[in-house]
């Protein structure tokens, strides 16, 4: 019952033969491209090395076993990166999208992005389109594995368990649990960000080294790995989280009457930001940091598009003042269930392209106004 | 034509001494009231060239409220330069600037370089901290006074140039090989674990 016969009649051996025929083409066309010959697989040996210098943490022993399973003298793993690398030279590639700048930051807000950077950057969206998104790149598997270590670590794992169950030790001492967490994706990051130039030859000709970390923070956290970061966050941060819903709690339904904003700013009770309390809303269900830093550059400029839009004729200074008591009326009635946490982790996690930038501007903001709650009267 | 170096700035100053009106009128040339939509003046940016060195200020503006004061360390947090800023017709917030100076002082980057602003300088007449006793001031913390006017932009383009070169000065000092940007790479950074013993005996036990 409920099991039927595929349709087309396929055998184990097809499918094996089907994908060493695809293998052959991809040889013979790749042994067409200038470097391919030449090109060492010395990024194997490199991703080992590398993981042997952390050997003293458990995440790394799963990593060491995956990594060991690679055959460098058959690797097609890089040439096949060398190949995209050398067919989006040969084509001299545009931007993925062609969108004008006002159309860009409409969507995006005014602060530099990584979304920003990545479409404005054919190199940088293939790059981390691979490490995010392709399934077959060694290096997305790496990302994977190592998300699957961790997830032993810190989890009662369970292949057949969906939702992330923190062990009860993560759980008993969550501050220090937190930090060692932290710790080892930041060193992953670190991993990661060296292999890439061994694994994509030459592609410091193509991204700066910079853009390179930028690449592997964003395609790190994401999905399983974001997931467990922030629950493991929202637990070492649990007294602040309480306060901040004991505070969301009290203030329900209430229009905050004790912030000294006019009726130009304060837009029908805060009703008027629909735009900006999505924006905040949709911070809590960010499943990579990517959609987290998005979030936060259009709930900025969401803000100042809805005082235009209600104040057409007057010319309004939006100090940071103001912007503080906006934000608590905006937080409030959004009631976003885990902003303390996940503004922690957008801190934490900022990579130094975006800091001193708007974007830490707004994530400071934010978190001021989170704790600025508990001065407000209902 | 892209900054070689950005820095982090922070205005400080009571409330309603002008220190946001002071960053727009450096960045945009602009005093508010000529403006006809929202300026968000927050967060600004401000490009001056330095012996041929484009740097790029980053200026964030903080709150002037007194009950928003415990934010204040969150903002200067990493910043390399201030403005603190008093109103020259208001004595109280000249009595401000002294205790800032000590907070940043005492909390705030070693390296920073702060400059005193005695703004609304085209009110002359309703003047109520002398000159000589703000310039006084500024000579026993050892650090620059400039008279400004955002309305009429008396000596804004001087303080900001003159804070981005100082900063300039200290960060090439103090980091001579920082990269373009002014980034630095995480990379170098030292991962640490605390309690990494706890770490080696759970692997033991696995």
Not at chain 1, 332 to 342: C, G, H, I, R
Not at chain 2, 99 to 104: A, F, P, Q
Request: charged share 25%; net charge positive; glycine share 4%.
């Amino acid at each position: 019952m409920g099991k039927k016969q595929s349709k087309i009649p396929c055998s184990y051996s097809d499918i094996d033969l089907l994908f060493q025929t695809k293998k052959q083409k991809q040889m013979e066309f790749f042994s067409k491209i200038e470097g391919f010959s030449e090109m060492s697989c010395e990024w194997i040996p490199y991703v080992r090395d590398r993981l042997a210098k952390y050997n003293k943490y458990i995440w790394t022993e799963e990593l060491t076993r995956f990594v060991n399973t690679w055959n460098a003298h058959q690797d097609v793993r890089s040439k096949i990166a060398l190949a995209w690398l050398f067919y989006m030279r040969s084509t001299q590639p545009k931007p993925k999208k062609q969108i004008t700048r006002t159309q860009l930051r409409n969507y995006i807000g005014q602060c530099r992005t990584f979304t920003i950077l990545l479409e404005n950057d054919p190199y940088m969206t293939l790059v981390y389109d691979q490490l995010a998104k392709d399934k077959s790149n060694a290096l997305y598997q790496l990302i994977q594995r190592f998300g699957a270590a961790l997830k032993m670590e810190f989890t009662n794992y369970h292949p057949s368990k969906t939702r992330i169950e923190l062990k009860e030790e993560v759980i008993q001492n969550s501050a220090y649990h937190a930090e060692l967490l932290t710790n080892y994706i930041k060193g992953f990051i670190s991993i990661l960000t060296d292999s890439l130039n061994k694994f994509y030859l030459n592609l410091d000709q193509h991204i700066k080294p910079e853009a390179q970390e930028l690449i592997a923070t964003h395609a790190v956290l994401s999905g399983e790995i974001l997931e467990l970061l922030v629950k493991t966050y929202f637990v070492a941060l649990k007294s602040d989280q309480d306060e901040y819903s004991e505070h969301l709690r009290r203030l329900k339904g209430s229009d905050l009457h004790s912030l000294s904003l006019d009726e130009s700013l304060r837009i029908n009770n805060g009703e008027g930001y629909f735009d900006a309390i999505k924006n905040l809303v949709d911070i809590s269900y960010s499943t990579t940091l990517t959609d987290i830093l998005d979030k936060v550059s259009q709930y900025s400029n969401n803000i100042k598009s809805s005082i235009d839009n209600h104040n057409p004729d007057k010319n309004i200074l939006l100090e940071t003042d103001k912007f503080l008591e906006i934000s608590m009326l905006l937080i409030s009635k959004a009631s976003s269930p885990n902003l303390p946490t996940m503004m922690k982790i957008a801190e934490n996690f900022l990579h130094p392209y975006f800091k001193s930038q708007e974007m830490e501007y707004v994530i400071t903001t934010i978190q001021g106004a989170v704790g600025l709650l508990k001065t407000c009267s209902a | 034509m892209e900054p070689s170096q950005e820095f982090k700035i922070v205005t400080l100053g009571e409330g309603r001494v002008g220190k946001t009106s002071l960053t727009l009128k450096a960045a945009r040339g602009q005093f508010h009231e000529d403006e006809r939509s929202t300026v968000n003046a927050n967060f600004l940016q401000k490009d001056i060239t330095f012996q041929g060195n484009q740097i790029r200020l980053h200026l964030w503006d903080t709150a002037g409220q007194e009950r928003f004061r415990a934010l204040a360390p969150n903002y200067y947090r990493g910043a390399k330069g201030a403005i603190v800023v008093y109103d020259i017709t208001d004595k109280s917030s000249f009595d401000r600037v002294v205790s800032w100076v000590k907070e940043l002082s005492m909390q705030a980057d070693k390296d920073i370089c702060i400059v005193i602003a005695g703004n609304k300088c085209d009110r002359e007449k309703e003047r109520q901290i002398s000159k000589a006793e703000a310039m006084e001031y500024a000579r026993k913390v050892g650090v620059l006074h400039f008279d400004t006017s955002a309305k009429t932009g008396m000596g804004v383009e001087e303080i900001f140039s003159e804070l981005g070169r100082l900063v300039y000065e200290v960060q090439m000092k103090k980091n001579p090989g920082t990269g373009e940007r002014g980034y630095k790479s995480r990379k170098g950074k030292k991962i640490i674990i605390k309690k990494e013993e706890e770490v080696q005996k759970k692997k033991d036990c696995c």
